[in-house]
T-cell receptor
Framework: GAGVSQSPSNKVTEKGKDVELRCDPI?????LYWYRQSLGQGLEFLIY????????KSGLPSDRFSAERTGGSVSTLTIQRTQQEDSAVYLC??????????????FGEGSRLTVL | AQKITQTQPGMFVQEKEAVTLDCTYD???????LFWYKQPSSGEMIFLIY??????QNATEGRYSLNFQKARKSANLVISASQLGDSAMYFC????????????FGDGTTLTVKP
């Protein structure tokens, strides 16, 4: 498809396990974001990749969270030793333009994580 | 200080009436963009409208318009002739050139359209 693709769409895991969430942005989009959204709440910024620049990791809640973006395309968000408070929908978004004030974000459908 | 402020956690509007969703922002960057997104209960985020900081006229997209008051740093979304399908969460966002184009979101406003 032409949109932002996220997998898995749903993930149920046990407390203490590691999980990996994948995001495949729209081809050619240089900017990629990860957000976390708890039920009925706003978007919590996690990390921002922009081209070849060092990522903005200022939103990662703890050192259990990490993300990488390989080849300027696919990104993986890893949560180690998951906790129940990590349960949320993890949204990935990408945009065409980088250092600019224009260009809307295109969102994936999200990965719903449930930690038992 | 929060960069995007949406002061209305929830709003109600009667079908076919107009509604204004408030958004104020804070930035020292002279070049920025303001966006509104809609998130229905199904969860997908839908881009609605964009306003650039240098745009002289308010943006409009069908039933959506953006009331941009630069001096007051406000970018309110106006939805005319509300429809039941407009019931959703609405997010205001800002993108700043000085922050390498990073987008910042408000906490959102939940709009409920009553029949």
């Amino acid at each position: 498809g032409a949109g932002v693709s996220q997998s898995p769409s749903n993930k149920v895991t046990e407390k203490g396990k590691d999980v990996e969430l994948r995001c495949d942005p729209i081809s050619g989009h240089t900017a990629l974001y990860w957000y976390r959204q708890s039920l009925g709440q706003g978007l919590e910024f996690l990390i921002y990749f922009q081209g070849n620049s060092a990522p903005d990791k200022s939103g990662l809640p703890s050192d259990r969270f990490s993300a990488e973006r390989t080849g300027g395309s696919v990104s993986t968000l890893t949560i180690q030793r998951t906790q129940q408070e990590d349960s949320a929908v993890y949204l990935c978004a990408s945009s065409l333009a980088a250092r600019t004030n224009t260009g809307e974000l295109f969102f994936g459908e999200g990965s719903r994580l449930t930690v038992l | 200080a929060q960069k995007i402020t949406q002061t209305q956690p929830g709003m109600f509007v009667q079908e076919k009436e107009a509604v204004t969703l408030d958004c104020t922002y804070d930035t020292s960057d002279p070049s920025y963009g303001l966006f509104w997104y809609k998130q229905p209960s199904s969860g997908e985020m839908i881009f609605l409208i964009y306003q650039g900081s240098y745009d002289q006229q308010n943006a409009t997209e069908g039933r959506y318009s953006l009331n941009f008051q630069k001096a007051r740093k406000s970018a309110n979304l106006v939805i005319s002739a509300s429809q039941l399908g407009d019931s959703a969460m609405y997010f205001c966002a800002m993108r700043e050139v000085e922050r390498a184009g990073k987008s910042t979101f408000g906490d959102g406003t939940t709009l409920t359209v009553k029949p």
